[in-house]
């Protein structure tokens, strides 16, 4: 798959996390509805000053937003929603829970390493 298209499906799994329209999103960004369905369909890729926005906007972090285009980074859509998921959900536990999840992680085993 294309990475600009994975980068679509992720910001409209971020978008619907938050319960948003495409309208709300573009309205946050000050872009048009149309730029940011044709970024969500993989047709276009935003420039810099529109991923910034869309960072601060949907608090992502710029490095999760652009990470699809890292040639190590997996291309599974079903582990790339499970991860965003994952990253949304630790935004809400505090420091110690946090230690908790990573510890608990930690547990499991590296399938790279074997």
Known sequence: MERTQEFG???RTLRE???LTQEDLA???DRSVQAVSKMERGLTFPKLETLIRI???LNVPLRELVSV??????????RISFEALIIESSRRLDIRDLSI???VVDA???KNKI
């Open 9 to 11: 499906r992720m910001l």
């Open 108 to 110: 499991f085993p590296n």
């Open 69 to 78: 285009f890292d040639p190590n980074e997996s291309t599974d859509q079903t």
């Open 27 to 29: 309205e946050l960004i």
């Open 55 to 57: 960072s601060e906007k």
């Open 17 to 19: 996390q938050r319960n």
């Open 101 to 103: 999840v990573v510890k």
